[in-house]
């Protein structure tokens, strides 16, 4: 049994120090090469190729029609950028294609490598394709894809203003093209539309580009940034990180949303119900580091105006913010394997965030529910655990008397368990039950934007962040070796010895944790210390004393008894035959 914990235990440091370097890398998601539509994985040639084959006037929304506003426009020189501020973001755009260049949060920022605070600016500066571009699926109009557009004013203030709009005109000989773009005072959506008013016969569809990917940096690499497109396509979550790439692909089906997402932030377009994208489209930058996903919309061949609209949201996983678009919008969140956990734990805080005001003593009430609610397995465990301590004497006397014969060893100690009802085991089971506590809690403090720069009390001031002085660590260390000193000592010395790096070992690899997890371990370890004492001053584990199975006689001395018993016997049988011969004479 010793053995089985020293293995548990170092399993346990493992699975932690394993599950810190790796978890968080995204987990392969294989889904998203199986959607149900069977849609198959083509390069951009076969995707143009499937387009142009298509009778895509059927697919076209007859009943949306472009709106051919009498707008006047100004012609600028190419690249001049457009600044457009609001209360929660600073946004610019280059006239020479209408992409955005730089989105810059006001109400959130990260500290670099040095310790410097920075706002952060969400696009990716290290490419030369930005989001919101139009790709022509027609190549005989893909120059409009870089082209410099007249536009309407050059700068948008909603600091007190409502809303207002942006209109991008570009037209020559072949075709009139408007980009209009809707902002709005507090939301992090705006409204894009394209509109194409073709001069001759061109295949009107499109694909509007979101990415590559956002940063999650003030500056510098982020060692928990990634890129993945996430999708909720016909009820189900998709999810394509970069090392699942390969060459570009196209997902068909309802379409509820699609983004190109990190850690805390993400890009998403939101379909308009009148006018829902034919498909998904992933590609990847020219720099084939980051992914790039967008919508397609098939507007069919003609000389027919086509207005397609979608809306766009640029800014933080937010789950108060997402739920005024979509109710799985949530699904965005990366709770990696326990999702199915997290998100309600999650939702659980925040309710009790809502009493409180304050995520550090919502984590600590948590804790106190958890443990609650784990009270009975933990006071069996406590109870296995003090009978153990009592059985030791016996044990040992077991183990001295059957050491050559393995499994009458096991037998025997067996045997004592079921006397006395204690389960070897039983000590494992509560920790082994919070596990996906803990993992659940580790990604929702790792991930959740609400809780990045949520402060707790004196020096904590990031509750997702490690500790800035490592106390929280220490006391974690310390609570772990008092617990582990009023716990009855398992194993040889030997083992015992091992055991007490155990409280050093965890102090080391916590330092690196989020400060709220630590929180959380601290006030777990506190708790459990309070119970463990209070159930060992209840329970009498007096142990029953074990008798021995009685041994049977070696084989040789009972033969050998057998014939000493049946020597009598025989001498008289004999006496007996010769008695009568001797009355015969």
């Given at each position: 049994m010793e053995k089985r914990l020293i293995i548990a235990l170092v399993s346990s440091i493992l699975f932690f120090v394993g599950y810190d370097y790796f978890v968080l890398q995204p987990y392969r998601a294989n889904e998203a090469q199986q959607v149900e539509q069977q849609s198959a994985t083509k390069s951009v040639g076969e995707q143009q190729n499937t387009i142009s084959s298509t009778n895509t006037e059927q697919v076209v929304q007859k009943d949306i029609k472009p709106v051919d506003k009498e707008v006047k426009v100004q012609n600028v020189a190419a690249g001049t950028i457009i600044n457009v501020e609001t209360p929660l973001f600073s946004a610019t755009l280059d006239t020479q294609g209408v992409a955005i260049k730089d989105f810059i949060l006001k109400k959130y920022d990260l500290e670099?490598?040095?310790?410097?605070?920075?706002?952060?600016?969400?696009?990716?500066?290290?490419?030369?394709?930005?989001?919101?571009?139009?790709?022509?699926?027609?190549?005989?109009?893909?120059?409009?894809?870089?082209a410099n557009f007249s536009v309407n004013k050059t700068k948008i203030d909603l600091i007190k203003s409502e809303k207002d709009e942006l209109i991008f005109v570009y037209e020559d000989e072949n075709i009139k093209v408007t980009k209009s773009l809707t902002f709005h005072r507090d939301?992090?959506?705006?409204?894009?539309?394209?509109?194409?008013?073709?001069?001759?016969?061109?295949?009107?569809?499109?694909?509007?580009?979101?990415?590559?990917?956002?940063?999650?940096?003030?500056?510098?690499?982020?060692?928990?940034?990634?890129?993945?497109?996430?999708?909720f396509i016909n009820d189900k979550k998709e999810t394509l990180h970069i090392d699942d790439y390969?060459?570009?692909?196209?997902?068909?089906?309802?379409?509820?949303?699609?983004?190109?997402?990190?850690?805390?932030?993400?890009?998403?377009l939101l379909p308009d119900a009148k006018n829902p994208p034919s498909a998904i489209t992933a590609t990847i930058d020219n720099y084939?580091?980051?992914?790039?996903?967008?919508?397609?919309?098939?507007?069919?061949?003609?000389?027919?105006?086509?207005?397609?609209?979608?809306?766009?949201?640029?800014?933080?996983?937010?789950?108060?913010?997402?739920?005024?678009?979509?109710e799985t919008l949530d699904y965005l969140k990366d709770y990696g394997i326990f999702s199915f956990f997290a998100m309600p734990l999650f939702k659980f805080l925040t309710f009790?965030?809502?009493?409180?005001?304050?995520?550090?003593?919502?984590?600590?009430?948590?804790?106190?529910?958890?443990?609650?609610?784990?009270?009975?397995?933990?006071?069996?465990?406590?109870?296995?655990?003090?009978?153990?301590?009592?059985?030791?004497?016996?044990?040992?006397?077991?183990?001295?008397?059957?050491?050559?014969?393995?499994?009458?060893?096991?037998?025997?100690?067996?045997?004592?368990?079921?006397?006395?009802?204690?389960?070897?085991?039983?000590?494992?089971?509560?920790?082994?039950?919070?596990?996906?506590?803990?993992?659940?809690?580790?990604?929702?403090?790792?991930?959740?934007?609400?809780?990045?720069?949520?402060?707790?009390?004196?020096?904590?001031?990031?509750?997702?962040?490690?500790?800035?002085?490592?106390?929280?660590?220490?006391?974690m260390g310390i609570s772990m070796f008092v617990q582990q000193k009023i716990s009855p000592p398992m194993g040889d010395p030997l083992q015992q010895k091992i055991m007490m790096f155990l409280p050093l070992i965890f102090t080391f690899l916590f330092m690196n944790f989020p400060a709220g997890l630590v929180i959380y371990w601290v006030v777990n370890n506190v708790l459990t210390i309070s119970q463990q004492w209070y159930i060992y001053q209840q329970v009498d584990t007096t142990p029953k004393e074990y008798k021995f199975k009685e041994e049977k006689p070696k084989e040789i001395s009972a033969e050998k008894s057998s014939e000493t018993a049946t020597e009598p016997t025989k001498k008289k049988k004999q006496e007996k035959k010769k008695g009568p011969r001797k009355k015969r004479k």
């Amino acid at each position: 049994m010793e053995k089985r914990l020293i293995i548990a235990l170092v399993s346990s440091i493992l699975f932690f120090v394993g599950y810190d370097y790796f978890v968080l890398q995204p987990y392969r998601a294989n889904e998203a090469q199986q959607v149900e539509q069977q849609s198959a994985t083509k390069s951009v040639g076969e995707q143009q190729n499937t387009i142009s084959s298509t009778n895509t006037e059927q697919v076209v929304q007859k009943d949306i029609k472009p709106v051919d506003k009498e707008v006047k426009v100004q012609n600028v020189a190419a690249g001049t950028i457009i600044n457009v501020e609001t209360p929660l973001f600073s946004a610019t755009l280059d006239t020479q294609g209408v992409a955005i260049k730089d989105f810059i949060l006001k109400k959130y920022d990260l500290e670099d490598e040095n310790g410097k605070v920075g706002l952060i600016n969400l696009i990716q500066q290290t490419t030369n394709q930005f989001p919101l571009s139009v790709k022509f699926i027609d190549q005989r109009l893909a120059y409009i894809e870089t082209a410099n557009f007249s536009v309407n004013k050059t700068k948008i203030d909603l600091i007190k203003s409502e809303k207002d709009e942006l209109i991008f005109v570009y037209e020559d000989e072949n075709i009139k093209v408007t980009k209009s773009l809707t902002f709005h005072r507090d939301e992090y959506v705006f409204d894009f539309n394209v509109q194409l008013y073709p001069k001759k016969v061109f295949d009107k569809s499109i694909i509007v580009n979101l990415g590559p990917g956002i940063v999650s940096a003030a500056h510098g690499y982020d060692i928990f940034e990634y890129n993945r497109i996430v999708s909720f396509i016909n009820d189900k979550k998709e999810t394509l990180h970069i090392d699942d790439y390969e060459k570009p692909v196209q997902f068909m089906g309802k379409i509820d949303w699609m983004s190109v997402a990190n850690k805390y932030f993400a890009s998403i377009l939101l379909p308009d119900a009148k006018n829902p994208p034919s498909a998904i489209t992933a590609t990847i930058d020219n720099y084939g580091k980051m992914l790039i996903g967008g919508f397609q919309y098939l507007n069919g061949k003609g000389t027919d105006p086509s207005n397609t609209q979608v809306r766009v949201y640029i800014g933080p996983q937010d789950s108060r913010a997402f739920a005024q678009y979509s109710e799985t919008l949530d699904y965005l969140k990366d709770y990696g394997i326990f999702s199915f956990f997290a998100m309600p734990l999650f939702k659980f805080l925040t309710f009790i965030v809502s009493y409180t005001g304050n995520w550090g003593w919502s984590i600590i009430i948590l804790t106190i529910l958890i443990k609650i609610l784990f009270y009975p397995l933990t006071k069996k465990s406590f109870n296995s655990m003090k009978r153990m301590k009592e059985l030791t004497p016996q044990l040992k006397i077991i183990q001295e008397r059957y050491k050559d014969d393995r499994q009458k060893l096991s037998e025997e100690m067996m045997s004592l368990y079921r006397t006395n009802k204690v389960n070897p085991m039983g000590g494992c089971l509560p920790m082994i039950l919070q596990i996906p506590v803990f993992i659940a809690l580790y990604n929702v403090l790792l991930v959740s934007i609400e809780i990045k720069g949520a402060p707790f009390i004196l020096w904590i001031h990031d509750l997702s962040v490690a500790d800035p002085y490592y106390i929280y660590p220490v006391l974690m260390g310390i609570s772990m070796f008092v617990q582990q000193k009023i716990s009855p000592p398992m194993g040889d010395p030997l083992q015992q010895k091992i055991m007490m790096f155990l409280p050093l070992i965890f102090t080391f690899l916590f330092m690196n944790f989020p400060a709220g997890l630590v929180i959380y371990w601290v006030v777990n370890n506190v708790l459990t210390i309070s119970q463990q004492w209070y159930i060992y001053q209840q329970v009498d584990t007096t142990p029953k004393e074990y008798k021995f199975k009685e041994e049977k006689p070696k084989e040789i001395s009972a033969e050998k008894s057998s014939e000493t018993a049946t020597e009598p016997t025989k001498k008289k049988k004999q006496e007996k035959k010769k008695g009568p011969r001797k009355k015969r004479k």
